[in-house]
C-alpha cells in the first residue's frame, strides 16, 4: 500500500510568492486573490452543503460549515456564501428575515421542479436557503425513500441559481454526498457554457461512509446526463455519488491528515481506495477548527458555572451539577462523558463490551446521542439497570452536549474510524480529558499522555478492541487518583491548545489559491 499520493496542506502547497501581477496580495507564502485590470478582486467561494449550523444540524458537517466560511471571510479578500436546503427545521422567525430573490425550474430527469430562491445574512456570511417544499418540507434531513432525488435536486439547482444570484463564485466547495453531483453535472452539463466558465470545485469528504449508492436507473431518470458518461459514477455494479465527485471535482480534500491517508487502504474506504489513489494530485487533509467563540467555558451561557484554565473551581460545580441533574451519585470517581451518534464506526460496540467493568471501577457515565435502535436501547437498559451510574438523553440536545463537555472528567471516543471528530476537541477546551482511539482526526489533536515526559493532552489506544480500551481507561483511573496534579496538568493543556479555525482557514485559503492556479497554468 502506497501514500505516495497522501500529503499534509502544509506538504504540498507551492511555497514562495508566485508572481504578483497574476495573483495580487500574498498572505505569509499564500497569494489570495486575482489581479484583474489593476483592482484586487475577492475570491469568491461557494459552500455547498446539505447543512449548516445556524440553520440545520445533525453532526459535525454543520459545525464546520457553520463557522469556517464566517473564519475565511474575516480574512483579507475572501467573499464566502453557503447554500443550503430550505427544510422544515428552520424557523418562523429565520423565515420572517430571509429575503426571497426569485424562483426557477430546476430539471430532474425528465421533470421541471420549482426551486424558491431566499437569501439571509448572518454576520459576514450570506445565506441562499433552496426551497422546494415537496422535497425539504419534511420532518428530518435525510433518511427518506427519495434521498437521492432530493440531493440530485439540490446539486442541480446550486449551478442552476448561479446565473440568477448577479454573483459567480470562483470555487464551488462541495461536501459529502448529498453534494457530491455538482462536479458531475458541471463537468458534463455546465462547464462550456459561458456564464459558468472557468468555476472550479473542490470536493470535501467529511465522512467516506456514506457515498450515496442507488441504482443505475437514476443516471437517466433523474440526473438527465447521457449515458455514456455511466463511468464516472458507476461503482460496484451501482451508482456512487462520491465516487462521481472523486472523479470530477478539481481538487479533493478530507478533514484531517491522519484520515488523508487512512482512506487510501481499504479498512477504511469503504471501497473508494482506487479511485483515490488514480487521482495524481492527492487528497490533501486539513484539520477542522471548532467555533471557540461559540465553545468557551468563560462565556457558555449554557453551562452552570463559568470557569478557564487558571480558574478550574467553575468546573467541579459544572460536574457537580451535571450528577445532580442526571441523578448520579458521587464516588469521587471519574465521570464519563459519551456525546456521538449511536453508530458502530462511533466504537460503540467497544463501549458495549466494556461497559460493566467500566462501572465496577466506580465510573459514572453521561451520554446523550441518537442513532441505531440497537445502541440506544442497550444504552437505556443500562440506566434502567444502573440508576445512579448511568445516565442517558437519547436526542440530539446541543445545551446537554455542553453540560457534559464541562461536567465530565472524561470524554470517551474510541471510534473505529473518525474523520475528523469535533468533540474530542470541545471536550479539552472544556477540560475534559479524552480517550480516543489513534485513527483520523483523534490521532491528529489528542496528544497521548506520556508520564515520564510530562506531556500530552489525552489517553490514547491503537488497536480497535475492547481490552485496549479497558486498559487505557484504568490507566487514565490510576492518573486521576494517584497522581491529581499530573491529571491536573493534563486538564490545562489541552484547556491551553488552539482548536480555533485560524491555521486551518489559512490552509483553506492557500487550497482555494492552488486550485486558482493551476486553472491559470
Ligand atoms: C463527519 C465526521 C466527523 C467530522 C465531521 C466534520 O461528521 O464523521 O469526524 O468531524 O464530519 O468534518
Not at 475577492?42 to 459535525?60: C, D, Q, V
Not at 462521481?244 to 482512506?263: F, H, L, Q
Not at 459544572?318 to 441523578?327: M, N, P, S, V, Y
Not at 472544556?430 to 489533536?445: F, Q, S, W
Amino acid at each position: 500500500m502506497s501514500f505516495r499520493n497522501t500529503i499534509g496542506i502544509t506538504d504540498a502547497l507551492p511555497q514562495g510568492t508566485g508572481s504578483q501581477n497574476d495573483w495580487g496580495i500574498s498572505c505569509g507564502s499564500l497569494h489570495l486573490c486575482r489581479l484583474e485590470k489593476g483592482q484586487v478582486s475577492p475570491m469568491k467561494i461557494l459552500f455547498a452543503s446539505s447543512e449548516a449550523l445556524p440553520f440545520a444540524a445533525s453532526g459535525g458537517l454543520a459545525d464546520v460549515v457553520g463557522s469556517l466560511p464566517a473564519a475565511l471571510s474575516q480574512k483579507k479578500g475572501m467573499d464566502c456564501r453557503v447554500v443550503l436546503p430550505l427544510y422544515r427545521s428552520i424557523t418562523p422567525e429565520v423565515r420572517n428575515r430571509m429575503t426571497f430573490l426569485k424562483d426557477i425550474n430546476v430539471e430532474v430527469g425528465w421533470r421541471k421542479q420549482y426551486c424558491g430562491i431566499y437569501t439571509i445574512a448572518v454576520g459576514s456570511v450570506t445565506y441562499y436557503l433552496l426551497d422546494n417544499p415537496y422535497y425539504f418540507m419534511r420532518d428530518g434531513m435525510y433518511g427518506f425513500y427519495d434521498d437521492c432525488e432530493r440531493f440530485i435536486f439540490f446539486s442541480r439547482a446550486v449551478l442552476e441559481i448561479l446565473p440568477e444570484l448577479g454573483w459567480k463564485p470562483d470555487i464551488i466547495h462541495c461536501n459529502d454526498w448529498q453534494t457530491a453531483m455538482i462536479p458531475v453535472f458541471y463537468r458534463v452539463l455546465y462547464q462550456y457554457h459561458q456564464e459558468y466558465e472557468n468555476i472550479r470545485i473542490l470536493y470535501t469528504i467529511h465522512n467516506i461512509q456514506y457515498q450515496g449508492v442507488y441504482g443505475k436507473e437514476v443516471i437517466t431518470e433523474l440526473m438527465g446526463i447521457p449515458t455514456y458518461h455511466t463511468n464516472l459514477l458507476e461503482f460496484d455494479g451501482m451508482v456512487n455519488l462520491m465516487k462521481g465527485a472523486i472523479e470530477t471535482a478539481d481538487r479533493i480534500t478530507t478533514v484531517s491528515p491522519t484520515y488523508a491517508k487512512e482512506i487510501l487502504d481499504p479498512w477504511y474506504s469503504y471501497g473508494m481506495d482506487r479511485a483515490l489513489v488514480r487521482r495524481q494530485d492527492g487528497i490533501v487533509g486539513i484539520l477542522n477548527g471548532i467555533d471557540v467563540v461559540s465553545y468557551n467555558p468563560e462565556t457558555d451561557p449554557n453551562i452552570p458555572k463559568h470557569y478557564s484554565a487558571a480558574k478550574i473551581q467553575g468546573k467541579k460545580d459544572c460536574r457537580k451539577a451535571l450528577l445532580e441533574e442526571c441523578h448520579l451519585t458521587d464516588t469521587n470517581a471519574p465521570v464519563i462523558g459519551i456525546v456521538t451518534r449511536f453508530v458502530a464506526h462511533k466504537g460503540i460496540q467497544l463501549v458495549q463490551q466494556t461497559f460493566h467493568e467500566m462501572l465496577q471501577m466506580g465510573c459514572r457515565f453521561v451520554i446523550l446521542g441518537s442513532g441505531e435502535r440497537l445502541y440506544e436501547d442497550f444504552f437505556r437498559e443500562m440506566q434502567a439497570e444502573y440508576p445512579e451510574q448511568v445516565h442517558v438523553t437519547v436526542g440530539f440536545v446541543p445545551a446537554m452536549a455542553r453540560r457534559i463537555y464541562a461536567g465530565a472528567d472524561i470524554f470517551l471516543m474510541p471510534s473505529q474510524n473518525e474523520p475528523c471528530g469535533l468533540a474530542q476537541m470541545v471536550a479539552m477546551r472544556y477540560g475534559t480529558i479524552p480517550v480516543v482511539r489513534e485513527t483520523g482526526g483523534l490521532k491528529d489533536t489528542v496528544v497521548p499522555y506520556n508520564e515520564y515526559e510530562k506531556t500530552g493532552t489525552g489517553f490514547t489506544f491503537a488497536h480497535y478492541n475492547a481490552d485496549d480500551l479497558l486498559y487505557t481507561i484504568n490507566y487514565a483511573k490510576k492518573i486521576y487518583f494517584d497522581h491529581r496534579e499530573d491529571w491536573n496538568d493534563i486538564v490545562k493543556r489541552g484547556m491551553q491548545q488552539d482548536f480555533s479555525w485560524g491555521s486551518s482557514a489559512l490552509q483553506y485559503q492557500g487550497m482555494y489559491d492552488w486550485i486558482m492556479r493551476g486553472m491559470q497554468n
